[in-house]
Nanobody
Framework: VQLQASGGGLVQTGGSLRLSCAASGETFSNFVMGWFRQAPGKEREFVASISRGGTVTSYADSVKGRFTVSRDNAKNMMSLQMKSLKPGDTAVYLC????????????????????WGQGTQVTVSS
């Protein structure tokens, strides 16, 4: 599966952004999807993930209550709605896909995601 993330940009503290991840090449609904982020000099970290059917989600504690992950299997698209953004959210955001998952299964482990998009930059100014 090929993944293309978009929607990043520059926003002030407290602002909002909506990221999108377009998938192609495989049956999208077969994949658990996830968002990760990587800031300069830091390791890649989990942000959010969503099950194949979209019924189960998981969030990093640092974004819980501010970010919402969703997917539209008919459009082969995953989104991340980000609100109340903070400077600490500044990073390259990457979408990822994990295959061989059963319905309802979800993961936060980046090592389980075998497919990655190129990332989109999110910068939050103070």
């Amino acid at each position: 599966v090929q993944l293309q993330a978009s929607g990043g940009g520059l926003v002030q503290t407290g602002g909002s952004l909506r990221l999108s991840c377009a998938a192609s090449g495989e049956t999208f609904s077969n994949f658990v999807m996830g968002w990760f982020r990587q800031a300069p000099g830091k390791e890649r970290e989990f942000v959010a993930s969503i099950s194949r059917g979209g019924t189960v989600t998981s969030y990093a504690d640092s974004v819980k209550g501010r970010f919402t992950v969703s997917r539209d299997n008919a459009k082969n698209m995953m989104s991340l709605q980000m609100k109340s953004l903070k400077p600490g959210d500044t990073a390259v955001y990457l979408c990822a896909a994990r295959d061989r998952a059963v319905m309802g299964q979800i993961t936060r482990d980046l090592n389980e995601f075998g497919y990655w998009g190129q990332g989109t930059q999110v910068t939050v100014s103070s």
